[in-house]
């Protein structure tokens, strides 16, 4: 709601009466407002107005431990790293489900998608893991329209120019997952406005912005998006006006006219991340007949994806991802000979480390195991390979 304000801050654009805007830093004489949400003033006392704190005072995305720091650092950030009973029950979901490989965690608004780190500059990520984050993200500008940038370098709070305690900061560091922040949808986007900056533009930007915006509610809401000012009786403050965009279903979220499309894009980009997950795959089987009763079984491993089975260079850092696991199962009537039953074997680099090379690498995405056993013809044995990311892959054997 608009009050009327000697000191008010705002004023009625001759443009559009529709728009505030700013009062000049030298202006004086005109008609001025103060701006309000509508509401009750609690406790009032016919003098002062204090804004109650915001209902949403807890910021999940400054509640993680990675850099946490309390509230006096920033707003939001809670008593402790998961303090909040929702972030623990996120942390222990990830401890029960060790396959993960990467996330998206969507927020709004601003069409953008973000990426680590909140709070350091990109020379902190391993070079490998930066330009694997780059081109993630290039697929998803290409099949969003929007663009992936750092946290750090693209998407700073004015305050002090840094996110503590964030979500994708923490999932990197502690495992090493190709994780986003995607900022979903952004009014003035879709009415057609450039913005430089992210946040900036939110503080600062032409009233010819403000116009291009209420041309596209009228045209594209059809003046839904935004509510005519009206004269309204307040019981504590007399005369005021109330009116103003519909906050919550054109500007923090999308209007359902454009929902469709917006969960079409994103749920093609989810997808497309996924499948670059790595994938373990039994490439070939071989048994040679050694004479007699003895066999040498081989197997070939390969991971059929883009990513190596240990995510990252960071995961492979901090050892968040235990090497895949060959266990070779035999029935009674056959005895091994040489080699492990159950053995570690390392892990399989997948494409990505290929991506940005134009010289032979050889083929590191593959690996063979084999054994020497004692059976007889026709015996079957199993062979179970399992990465803790890339999964569990069997076949069985055949002495012949």
């Known amino acids: 709601m608009r009050l009327k304000d000697d000191c008010g801050a705002w004023k009625i654009s001759p443009e559009d009466p529709r728009i505030m805007v700013r009062r000049e830093p030298d ?41 946490w720091q309390p509230e006096g650092t920033q707003k939001g950030a809670g008593d402790f790293p998961f ?15 060790s396959n993960i490989n990467g996330f998206i965690s969507y927020h709004t608004f601003s069409a953008v998608i973000l990426r680590p780190y909140s709070i350091y500059p990109d020379d902190r990520l391993p070079v490998e ?82 116009l291009k915006l209420m041309q596209w509610n009228d045209e594209k809401l059809g003046g839904k998006g935004f509510i005519d000012w009206q ?34 894009q994103h749920c093609q980009f989810a997808i497309s991340h996924a499948l670059m997950s790595p994938c373990l795959a039994v490439s070939q089987t071989v048994v040679e007949h050694q004479g007699g009763d003895i066999y040498l079984v081989v197997v070939q491993l390969e991971n059929q994806g883009f990513l190596p089975t240990y995510t990252s260079e960071k995961a492979r850092e901090g050892k968040s991802v235990r090497p895949i696991e060959v266990m070779l199962t035999l029935p009674e009537s056959v005895i091994l000979v040489s080699g492990k039953q159950l053995q570690e074997i390392g892990h399989l680099e997948g494409r990505s480390n290929k991506a940005f090379a134009n010289f032979a690498q050889g083929n590191d995405y593959r690996c063979h195991v084999e054994w020497v056993v004692k059976g007889f013809a026709g015996c079957e044995i199993e062979m179970t390979a399992r990465g803790e990311r890339s999964g569990v892959v069997k076949t069985v054997i055949t002495l012949k």
């Open 27 to 67: 202006e004086f004489g005109g008609t001025y407002y103060t701006i309000l949400q509508e509401g009750i003033i609690k406790n009032y006392n016919g003098y002062d107005i204090k804004i109650a704190p915001a209902l949403e005072g807890m910021d999940f995305n400054r509640n993680y431990p990675y850099e």
């Open 83 to 97: 303090s909040e009973p929702e972030t623990r029950a996120v942390a222990e979901f990830w401890r029960e489900h």
């Open 129 to 210: 893991d930066l330009e694997i984050y780059k081109l993630i993200g290039e697929k998803g500008t290409e099949i969003t329209g929007y663009e992936c940038v750092s946290f750090y370098h693209n998407f700073c709070y004015p305050a002090n120019g840094k996110t503590y305690g964030a979500m994708d900061d923490y999932c990197y560091e502690r495992f090493g997952w190709f994780g986003f922040i995607i900022e979903l949808w952004d009014a003035p986007t879709a009415a057609g406005v450039k913005k430089e900056d992210y946040l900036k533009w939110l503080r600062h930007h032409p009233v010819s912005d403000d």
């Open 231 to 264: 004269p309204f009786e307040h019981p504590q403050l007399g005369a005021v006006e109330i009116g103003g965009w519909n906050y919550k279903e054109v500007w923090q979220n999308a209007p359902v006219e454009y929902l469709p499309r917006l969960c079409e």
